[in-house]
């Protein structure tokens, strides 16, 4: 069986889409092993704890953009007690720092609602809309530590952005792409299919 552990802050809609595949038999052997959240009130932590899901809440301490170290570590240690082989952030509002990667070594997956490296940061759809890009999309990438958002790519998909949209509508049909692409690298890579070579991820 191969493992994710899921870290969310929001509404947990990519948590859900994977809950919902994993059900409908999408995966050859994928298991969610535990949803852990900084933000208690996340919808992400409801749906894992309807579903029956390991879910807990981990505060984040002090700190407004990043963990406080030793919130981290806890982190890290319940995911690795937990064997976790993949951690996926699906909506982690939190910069995760060394021992994440100590630990989880190219195995740390981030969707990001932008055409990656294009409009890093928070809010990437609306940094999209605003620019007037006639084109934007979503990313799933594994994650580096610096700059933020960055890391090998392994699927983009591409959304156009329509005369009559707003920044809304358009978020709206990113994150139907969003739902398509995390789930599916999640399959790649839990089927041995992905692979990084000179910081380019191949797919086999
Ligand atoms: C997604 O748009 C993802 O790209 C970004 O955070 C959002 C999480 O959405 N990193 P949800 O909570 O899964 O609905």
């Not at 994977?18 to 992400?44: P, T």
């Not at 890579?189 to 992905?194: P, Y």
Request: proline residues 5%; hydrophobic residues 40%; glycine residues 6%.
């Amino acid at each position: 069986m191969f493992t994710i552990g899921i870290l969310a802050s929001g509404k947990g809609s990519n948590l859900k889409t994977i809950i919902d595949k994993i059900k409908e038999g999408y995966f050859s052997s994928v298991k969610i092993s535990m949803v852990l959240s900084d933000n208690h009130n996340s919808g992400a932590l409801k749906i894992a704890q309807k579903e029956g899901i390991k879910n807990i809440y981990i505060p984040p301490g002090k700190y407004r953009t990043f963990l406080q170290p030793d919130k981290e570590k806890e982190y890290v240690k319940i995911l690795k007690e937990n064997k976790v082989d993949l951690v996926c952030l699906a909506g982690f509002m939190r910069i995760i720092k060394q021992p994440f990667f100590k630990e989880f070594n190219d195995r740390i997956i981030n969707i990001h609602p932008s055409l990656l490296p294009a409009f890093p940061g928070l809010e990437a759809w609306k940094q999209a809309f605003d620019y007037g890009v006639k084109f934007t999309g979503c990313t799933v990438h594994f994650v580096r530590q610096w700059p933020i958002d960055s890391g090998p790519i392994i699927l983009q998909s591409v959304v156009p952005v329509l005369s009559d949209d707003t920044c809304e509508t358009l978020y709206q049909r990113i994150q139907e792409k969003e739902h398509i692409i995390f789930p599916l690298a999640i399959k790649l890579i839990s089927e041995n299919k992905i692979f990084i070579s000179n910081n380019k991820v191949i797919i086999k």
